[in-house]
């Protein structure tokens, strides 16, 4: 069973800093795109940026200069670190992982984790 957990998430100061971690358990024989999507409140969930298997990057714009992504393949895990947080920048945060093929079925599917929660106080 394979699934996604975040950690990092919390309260900071507008210009502060925070890392995200979000780890792929289970038995996984490779991943493809992984990325972070976000949601505030009385918002749809939209994509922050997004991280191919071979290091390619994406990012919105509200996010990009600001936030960065990176992937430790070994680990199957992705980080986010988020600098010079905005108010803007609260909400809930999902890790996306896409093509995850699992050892017991060598199928192909996308998984979300539960979400942490980042708030940025004025």
């Known amino acids: 069973q394979v699934q996604l957990v975040e950690s990092g998430g919390g309260l900071v100061q507008a210009g502060g800093s925070l890392r995200l971690s979000c780890a792929a358990s289970g038995s996984i024989l490779s991943i493809g795109t992984m990325g972070w999507y976000r949601q505030a409140p009385g918002k749809q969930r939209e994509l922050a940026t997004t991280i191919t298997s071979d290091g390619r990057t994406n990012y919105a714009d509200s996010v990009k200069g600001r936030f960065t992504i990176s992937r430790d393949n070994a680990k199957n895990t992705v980080y986010l670190q988020m600098n010079s947080l905005k108010p803007e920048d609260t909400a809930v945060y999902y890790c996306?992982?896409?093509?995850?093929?699992?050892?017991?079925?060598?199928?192909?599917?996308?998984?979300w984790g539960q979400g942490t929660q980042v708030t940025v106080s004025s």
């Open positions: 996306n992982a896409r093509s995850v093929i699992a050892a017991d079925t060598f199928r192909a599917s996308d998984y």
